[in-house]
């Protein structure tokens, strides 16, 4: 009977207090309501059929549903270190404040990190270090197919469409990528209002639900493609196979959440579920793939097109570059995503258990290109969990010409990590539709935060490339990386992650890449199936 001890207790609590308010105090009527409250509660509980823990121990168990929806907060400010990635360190969040606020990001008493633990990565560097003055350090994009290539920024926002987040993010976003003079992909939500009145340079993302160019049946459209690329502001257009967070998963925007807003950028009409298909309906083969791209190429007019993926079955990009091969038609860049991305709220095993993490699949894709000598026709971007430059350094290294951050950028405009981006309650105003809540994020301090993030991680960027004796980010190579192994040895990067050489899937002298070349010999460009 100890179950029902606190219930008990309230019970003779607020007999006593109706007593010595009818023979003492009226006073005594305050205590009286609130313990009669938990008297009702504690009878609501013993009835109903839903909590177990309820009919157990009524009004008390109650605290267990308290603690847990308190416990994240809890876990991040009191219990774990600077160092736990949950999924980001506070001392990953911590830098990217300070820089967006332009505080001292400097650190004294030397690392915290576990240096001589398995994982453990850090650059060489030079005797003879350079000092490098401008940091506006820039990519060109653009094959020989393109007429309008794009001078891009090296580290540049990653997709977040306009409906995931709030209009005021968006806008303070690409404000900042104006300021900056770097680019913010659109997200799948297409262009919206808020990145019109940002003018910062945008990259529009083609995704399966072909939001912006969408046909009445769902499908590509493309006049209405015509119109939205011919925007002087878009400099690029990214056809999305699939992202980190949930790659092979498609989604549904409820009717329920279509404002008049969302229904304007992405062409879809109110009061019906707008659906995102897992798969593109405008092509189903490599070859037809790699069509679209060069359709896309010509009805922009010109501008550099690409694709971002998340590296699921390596056979089935094998299957793309041999279809860029056969048809000529070769992308003008490819985003390679991990699975460690997330601004997408995803079922936790997508999240946890579907993708290639960004280092494998980029080192992939990167050996790929070189092996079907098409490397230096596609430039290589890559995104996530890059906010520091370092990370950037890595990944540079590791074979992409630019990175995308999205999460960094969210925490330039005040994300704290809490985690409720899919429920429409984001405490700072950031992943949330509810007005209230986005007006707390002033769009004029914000964007100088982006601004100023971009700027500063830009120059400590520089500082890192002048310290290994490099002019700039993009000869960073993997022999500049060193790697502590799990045996606690030291790993040169050339050891762990090196480059294959130029053309070997195309000939079959040398031994190098055994595991590539047997992909390769299964990929077939007229059909992503695998042979029989």
């Not at 977040?160 to 770097?182: C, E, V």
């Not at 807003?261 to 992405?266: D, F, L, S, V």
């Not at 984001?426 to 539709?433: E, F, H, L, R, Y």
Request: net charge neutral; proline share 5%.
């Amino acid at each position: 009977m100890n179950r029902y001890a606190t219930f008990a207790g309230v019970v003779l609590l607020a007999v006593v207090s109706l007593v010595l308010s009818l023979l003492w105090t009226w006073w005594m009527l305050i205590p009286l309501a609130g313990f009669a409250f938990l008297s009702v509660l504690g009878i609501h509980d013993v009835v109903q059929p839903h909590h177990s823990i309820l009919r157990n121990y009524p009004v008390l168990g109650h605290m267990r549903f308290l603690f847990e929806g308190i416990r994240p907060e809890i876990r991040q400010y009191l219990i774990e270190s600077d160092q736990d990635e949950e999924p980001f360190s506070r001392d990953a969040r911590s830098l990217v404040y300070q820089r967006a606020k332009g505080q001292e990001d400097k650190r004294p008493f030397g690392t915290r990190m576990r240096v001589y633990d398995s994982g453990y990565a850090w650059v060489t560097h030079s005797v003879n270090p350079i000092h490098i003055e401008d940091t506006d350090f820039r990519v060109t994009i653009g094959g020989d197919a393109c007429k309008k290539p794009y001078s891009a920024s090296i580290y540049n926002i990653s997709a977040m469409s306009y409906g995931s987040l709030s209009g005021n993010a968006i806008l303070a976003l690409n404000t900042g990528a104006r300021i900056g003079g770097f680019a913010h992909d659109t997200g799948e939500g297409s262009v919206s209002r808020y990145h019109k009145q940002g003018g910062g340079d945008l990259i529009y993302q083609v995704a399966s639900g072909y939001f912006g160019c969408r046909a009445s049946d769902g499908g590509f459209d493309p006049d209405k493609f015509r119109e939205t690329a011919s925007l002087d502001q878009i400099k690029m257009i990214e056809l999305k196979l699939s992202q980190g967070a949930k790659p092979g998963h498609g989604g549904m925007l409820p009717a329920s959440k279509i404002s008049p807003e969302i229904a304007e950028a992405r062409g879809v009409p109110m009061g019906v579920d707008c659906i995102s298909p897992a798969a593109h309906s405008a092509f189903t083969t490599p070859i037809e793939m790699m069509e679209f791209i060069g359709r896309l190429r010509d009805l922009s007019g010109g501008k550099p097109v690409g694709f971002k993926l998340c590296i699921g079955h390596r056979r089935e990009f094998m299957c793309m570059v041999k279809a860029m091969l056969e048809t000529g038609i070769a992308p003008d860049f490819i985003v390679v995503d991990g699975t460690e991305g997330g601004t997408g709220a995803a079922p936790l095993e997508f999240s946890n258990h579907v993708g290639m993490p960004m280092v494998e699949g980029l080192i992939f894709v990167h050996n790929t290109l070189r092996g079907a000598g098409l490397r230096d026709q596609v430039k290589i971007g890559a995104a996530g969990k890059i906010v520091s430059s370092f990370d950037i350094a890595r990944t540079l290294a590791l074979g992409a010409d630019w990175c995308n951050a999205a999460r960094g950028f969210m925490f330039a405009i005040g994300c704290i990590q809490a985690q409720a981006c899919h429920t429409n309650h984001c405490p700072v105003g950031v992943a949330t539709q509810d007005p209230i809540r986005q007006r707390a994020l002033d769009v004029g301090s914000k964007s100088e935060r982006v601004a100023r993030f971009h700027a500063n991680t830009m120059k400590a960027l520089g500082e890192m490339t002048g310290a290994a004796g490099l002019t700039h980010p993009g000869k960073f190579l993997p022999r500049h990386m060193m790697i502590r192994s799990g045996d606690g040895e030291m790993l040169v990067g050339d050891e762990a992650y090196p480059y294959l050489p130029n053309g070997f899937l195309l000939t079959d002298k040398g031994f190098e890449g055994e595991d590539y070349r047997l992909r390769w010999a299964r990929a077939d460009a007229r059909s992503f199936a695998p042979p029989d």
